[in-house]
C-alpha cells in the first residue's frame, strides 16, 4: 500500500542527521575543547558513533574516549558551548531534498515541529542560519523537557504542544533514538537512510519505513524503494 499523508496531521522532524550533516561541527567544536584541556583530539568516525543522545552525553563519551577523567566534565561543558555557539553551522549542511521534503508535508497541511536532542541554544540558530526555520510551529531542544528521546517524553510533549494525537503525527529521525521514542509514544515513524544512528546500521531498526531524500515524502504514492507501508 502506498504511503498516504491524509493520515497524518503533523510531523516531528529531527534535526542532526536528518535535516542538517553537523558531524563537522561537532568534531570542530570537541577538537577546541579537547586543545583547552590539552587532550588529545578526536576524528570524525568516532564522533558519528556518538552523537544524538544530547550534548552532555557527546561530551561524557568524548572525555572517556580521550582518557579524560569525568572530574573534567564541567569545565569541558564550558568550553564545548562557547566554541559550538561560535563555530554553529559553519561546518554544516543542510542534506539534499530537506526543503523540499519539508515544503511538501506543510503543503498538504501538516503543522510541523522540530524536535532534537540539541540543546535549544544550539538548535535554534542552527535552523535559521541554514534557511529551515521557517517551516516550523515548535521547535524544542534536549533541555526543553525532563527526559530527552529515546524517552517518549519530548514527543507527548510535543504533540500536546501541536494539538495533534500520536497516532496522527508522524516522527521524522535518523537513528533508534528516534524510532524507540516514537514506538513508545504512539507515533508512527520514518528513518532516513544517511543519518548517524549511532554508527549502526539504520536498516536494522524497527520503524514503519525508510527514505532516501525527505524529498520522497512528498510523492503520492510513496516510491517503493522508500519499503513504508501504511
Given at each position: 500500500?502506498g504511503?498516504?499523508?491524509?493520515?497524518?496531521?503533523?510531523?516531528?522532524?529531527?534535526?542532526?542527521?536528518?535535516?542538517?550533516?553537523?558531524?563537522?561541527?561537532?568534531?570542530?567544536?570537541?577538537?577546541?575543547?579537547?586543545?583547552?584541556?590539552?587532550?588529545?583530539?578526536?576524528?570524525?568516525?568516532a564522533?558519528?558513533?556518538?552523537?544524538?543522545?544530547?550534548?552532555?552525553?557527546?561530551?561524557?563519551?568524548?572525555?572517556?574516549?580521550?582518557?579524560?577523567?569525568?572530574?573534567?566534565?564541567?569545565?569541558?561543558?564550558?568550553?564545548?558551548?562557547?566554541?559550538?555557539?561560535?563555530?554553529?553551522?559553519?561546518?554544516?549542511?543542510?542534506?539534499?531534498?530537506?526543503?523540499?521534503?519539508?515544503?511538501?508535508?506543510?503543503?498538504?497541511?501538516?503543522?510541523?515541529?522540530?524536535?532534537?536532542?540539541?540543546p535549544?541554544?544550539?538548535?535554534?540558530?542552527?535552523?535559521?542560519?541554514?534557511?529551515?526555520?521557517?517551516?516550523?510551529?515548535?521547535?524544542?531542544?534536549?533541555?526543553?523537557?525532563?527526559?530527552?528521546?529515546?524517552?517518549?517524553?519530548?514527543?507527548?510533549?510535543?504533540?500536546?504542544?501541536?494539538g495533534?494525537?500520536?497516532?496522527?503525527?508522524?516522527?521524522?529521525?535518523?537513528?533508534?533514538?528516534?524510532?524507540?521514542?516514537?514506538?513508545?509514544?504512539?507515533?508512527?515513524?520514518?528513518?532516513?537512510?544517511?543519518?548517524?544512528?549511532?554508527?549502526?546500521?539504520?536498516?536494522?531498526?524497527?520503524?514503519?519505513?525508510?527514505?532516501?531524500?525527505?524529498?520522497?515524502?512528498?510523492?503520492?504514492?510513496?516510491?517503493?524503494?522508500?519499503?513504508?507501508?501504511?
Open positions: 500500500m504511503f498516504d499523508l491524509s493520515h497524518f496531521d503533523a510531523a516531528i522532524v529531527d534535526l542532526d542527521g536528518t535535516m542538517v550533516d553537523t558531524l563537522g561541527d561537532f568534531v570542530v567544536a570537541l577538537n577546541l575543547m579537547l586543545d583547552d584541556l590539552a587532550l588529545p583530539r578526536v576524528d570524525a568516525p564522533v558519528e558513533t556518538m552523537v544524538g543522545k544530547g550534548s552532555e552525553h557527546l561530551i561524557q563519551s568524548v572525555l572517556r574516549h580521550v582518557g579524560g577523567g569525568a572530574a573534567l566534565y564541567d569545565r569541558a561543558w564550558l568550553r564545548y558551548q562557547h566554541h559550538y555557539l561560535a563555530i554553529n553551522g559553519q561546518h554544516a549542511s543542510v542534506y539534499a531534498g530537506v526543503a523540499e521534503g519539508l515544503s511538501a508535508l506543510r503543503d498538504r497541511g501538516l503543522r510541523l515541529a522540530c524536535l532534537t536532542n540539541k535549544t541554544a544550539f538548535a535554534r540558530p542552527l535552523l535559521a542560519a541554514k534557511g529551515l526555520d521557517g517551516y516550523f510551529e515548535q521547535v524544542f531542544g534536549g533541555d526543553a523537557f525532563e527526559r530527552k528521546k529515546p524517552d517518549p517524553l519530548p514527543l507527548r510533549k510535543t504533540c500536546e504542544a501541536l495533534t494525537l500520536p497516532a496522527r503525527t508522524l516522527m521524522v529521525g535518523d537513528s533508534s533514538n528516534d524510532a524507540q521514542a516514537a514506538r513508545a509514544a504512539g507515533c508512527p515513524v520514518v528513518l532516513v537512510s544517511y543519518g548517524y544512528n549511532h554508527g549502526e546500521p539504520v536498516r536494522g531498526v524497527d520503524a514503519d519505513g525508510f527514505v532516501d531524500s525527505l524529498a520522497e515524502l512528498g510523492v503520492q504514492p510513496f516510491p517503493s524503494s522508500a519499503s513504508l507501508s501504511l
